[in-house]
């Protein structure tokens, strides 16, 4: 039989009916047959032969929660992560530098400063010294606060911040005199999110390919959007899949793509369609092909972690008032929940703290005894947990979708914001599997950085990058992690049929690393590279 290619390496395939394999035979994008060696795989007669070298291959990479046209933005910005950024002066520094570079009035975008890291929030008036009239948005490293300057504000609609109102679900931080300073929280974002998101169409096709190229160099072959913000701006309904159909068509995008509508797109339709909320036409979640589909509908419920606006049922350490907040009113989120459910969504629903959780949780159960059915519904992050809500989660069949870089790129501020005690059970793993739960793998990039390297670092390692020791019981094996980023994810979006393994019938999806991680040091994961990326039997990236 002609086929079109044979790859020949080590791989680990996932399967455990076959868990080893030397050789590939792969046709018209799908594994036909696993051998020990090219020699095994008779009857074929390949066009190509391709020796992926490298010390181990794996079935390919799969972030679960990562915000691929945000990250498309944030390699466009400017990056003011740590540590790229050090203190105040560096941000407005980089602003200035960035302003000297545009046209007149073009917005300035940075993103990803963390005033834990800074000790404190930029504020407007800063800004506008630095800023050369340009409008100007800082977006906090959680996605969750952004910083806007006075000229921001007034392409708004409120010249000198003045006027500026409060908005429900959100935070608007004012000086003694009621004036905006600035930073504002969640839903109080919008106004200026708003103006900021009118990006024209080859500036996202641009961002989606700056994405895409990223994700191939780390190995990533399947990427979950998880609502799709354009601009900054989340919930609009704005022609998405258009951009992300063009950027398929031509190859922009090259990892195979599920997206996420949030929530506020969905609506009621006409006829035959009672008590459901949906998009046109009783389109849902499935409906695509094997390289852009949609997934789950995304509901953000509750703030950041970082941010301190989680919503939680005891108070952050020094600060007795505050318990976050509910961006969705939890007297709404059930009725919400049942009907995208009702129309055949799977649901994902982010929720940090503990307080959200319980409502997320009590969301999907009302739904069910409403109306069963089977169903994967995901609550994004699972951040701060008991062992109670674990059980539930599992007793529910609700895939919890928890980061685990996180771990090493915000434990020491988590630790500072909730204590110790707490922070044990915050973005767990170990209580997961234990729970048989089937976990995946993600960054939330560009909150994090995409390499899902470093997240299975910090999966099995748990170290802050003070070093300390993060919730050390729930640390999991290599094997675990590196399941949880290639069969997880693919389960996370019922994708196991396709993705996730190296098996026949599966699609041709493969990483080769330069080390081979299930038998160096654990310590040093974090620096193992990628060889290539293999998506459909193509190489679409050879280091």
Avoid at 61 to 79: K, R, V, Y
Avoid at 218 to 234: C, D, H, N, R
Avoid at 309 to 324: K, L, M, R
Wanted: charged share 20%; net charge negative; with cysteine.
């Amino acid at each position: 039989m002609r086929i079109d290619a044979i790859f020949t390496g080590d791989f680990v395939t996932g399967d455990a009916a076959a868990p080893r394999a030397g050789a590939l035979a792969v046709d018209r994008g799908r594994i036909l047959a696993l051998g020990a060696s090219a020699a095994d795989l008779t009857g074929f007669s390949a066009r190509t032969t391709c020796d992926l070298g490298g010390a181990v291959t794996v079935p390919g990479l799969h972030d679960a929660h990562h915000h691929t046209m945000g990250t498309g933005e944030h390699l466009g910005s400017i990056d003011l992560r740590y540590p790229n950024v050090t203190s105040l002066d560096d941000v407005y520094a980089a602003v200035a530098a960035r302003a000297a570079e545009l046209p007149a009035g073009q917005w300035v975008r940075g993103v990803g400063y963390d005033q834990n890291r800074l000790g404190d929030h930029p504020t407007a008036e800063d800004i506008d010294r630095v800023s050369a009239g340009h409008p100007v948005i800082l977006e906090h490293v959680s996605k969750h606060m952004l910083v806007a300057n006075t000229r921001a504000f007034e392409l708004a609609g409120y010249p000198d911040r003045l006027g500026f109102p409060d908005i429900a679900g959100g935070r608007v931080f004012r000086d003694t005199a009621g004036l905006a300073e600035g930073l504002l929280q969640e839903s109080a974002k919008d106004p200026i999110q708003f103006v900021s998101a009118q990006v024209s169409k080859a500036e996202a096709l641009a961002n989606l390919g700056r994405a895409s190229d990223q994700a191939v160099a780390y190995g990533l072959t399947s990427l979950t959007e998880p609502g799709v913000v354009l601009g900054g701006a989340l919930g609009l309904n704005a022609p998405i899949l258009d951009i992300y159909q063009d950027a398929v068509a031509t190859d922009v995008l090259r990892p195979r793509q599920t997206l996420m509508p949030f929530h506020q797109v969905l609506h009621g339709l006409e006829i035959n369609a009672e008590g459901m909320r949906t998009l046109d036409l009783g389109i849902r979640t499935g409906f695509g092909d094997d390289r852009l589909r949609l997934g789950p509908v995304k509901m953000v419920s509750d703030g950041s972690l970082i941010g301190r606006s989680a919503a939680v049922h005891e108070c952050y350490c020094g600060e007795p008032e505050n318990t976050g907040v509910m961006v969705v009113d939890p007297a709404q989120m059930p009725d919400l929940v049942l009907s995208y459910h009702r129309a055949g969504w799977s649901v994902a629903i982010h929720a940090i703290g503990d307080r959200a959780v319980d409502h997320a949780l009590d969301s999907f159960a009302y739904a069910q005894r409403e109306f069963p059915r089977t169903v994967r519904h995901r609550i994004e992050h699972f951040a701060i947990t008991t062992d109670a809500q674990v059980a539930r989660s599992a007793e529910l069949g609700v895939v919890p979708v928890p980061q685990g870089v996180f771990v090493s790129e915000f434990g020491d501020g988590i630790i500072a914001a909730i204590g110790a005690q707490r922070a044990a059970g915050t973005y767990r793993m170990r209580s997961l599997l234990d729970a048989g739960i089937v976990v995946p793998g993600s960054t939330d990039s560009p909150v994090s950085d995409a390499n899902p390297l470093k997240s299975i670092h910090d999966l099995v390692n748990r170290k802050t990058s003070a070093g300390a020791d993060f919730g050390p019981a729930e640390r999991v094996t290599v094997a675990e992690a590196v399941r949880a980023y290639t069969y997880g994810s693919a389960y996370a979006v019922g994708r196991e049929d396709a993705v996730g393994v190296l098996a026949p019938g599966m699609l041709a999806d493969f990483t080769t690393l330069d080390n081979d991680v299930f038998t160096i040091d654990p310590a040093g994961i974090e620096e193992t590279k990628v060889v290539s990326t293999v998506i459909g039997g193509e190489v679409v990236y050879s280091a």
